[in-house]
């Protein structure tokens, strides 16, 4: 973020749920600002990665080259082979942060997969926060708050 100009939008110490939707469209201006920097400074070039493990080659060179071919099909089908070893890596989302936790035997598919996203710590947050409000006020507040039902079902 440092080789960007923009602003991080700030509520001013008010929670209520205007204040929070209006934090959402200062937040959609800003990341179309940092967007269109980013266009206005993208390098000319390929914008692909070239990594023969992680990318897919180009469907021209598939069509020609036998070896592409058969590699081709055994990443898509098989994916990469993952080290035996635990991993944990933490990724900025739309709505926080997604974590992701994978468990590997050395095979191309991982022992155990552990995947969090917010939406389910935003939810915590409405007893302390409806509490005392009437039951027509909580409609207004879960549209306030950002939380995606999918993530939430366990």
């Known amino acids: 973020y440092e080789n960007f100009d ?6 001013g110490g008010v929670s209520d749920c205007y204040t929070r939707v209006m934090l959402k469209v ?7 600002r940092i967007l269109q920097q980013c266009l206005d400074n993208m390098p000319e070039g390929p914008f692909k990665a070239d990594h023969p493990l992680t990318t897919p080659p180009p469907k021209e060179r598939t069509l020609q080259h036998i070896e592409t071919l058969i590699t081709h099909f055994l990443q898509v089908s098989w994916g990469p082979v993952m080290p035996a070893q635990e991993s944990f890596q933490m990724v900025e989302a739309t709505k926080g942060i997604n974590s992701y936790y994978l468990t590997s035997d050395g095979s191309t598919m991982s022992y155990r997969t552990r ?3 917010p939406s389910f ?8 926060a409806i509490r005392g409000s009437l039951v027509s006020d909580l409609i207004v507040y879960l549209g306030s708050i ?5 993530d939430v079902d366990r």
């Open 121 to 128: 710590a935003h939810l915590q947050q409405i007893p302390s």
């Open 26 to 32: 200062e937040e959609l201006r800003q990341s179309l």
């Open 6 to 11: 923009f602003e991080v939008p700030v509520g």
């Open 115 to 117: 995947v969090r996203t």
């Open 146 to 150: 950002d939380f995606v039902m999918s």
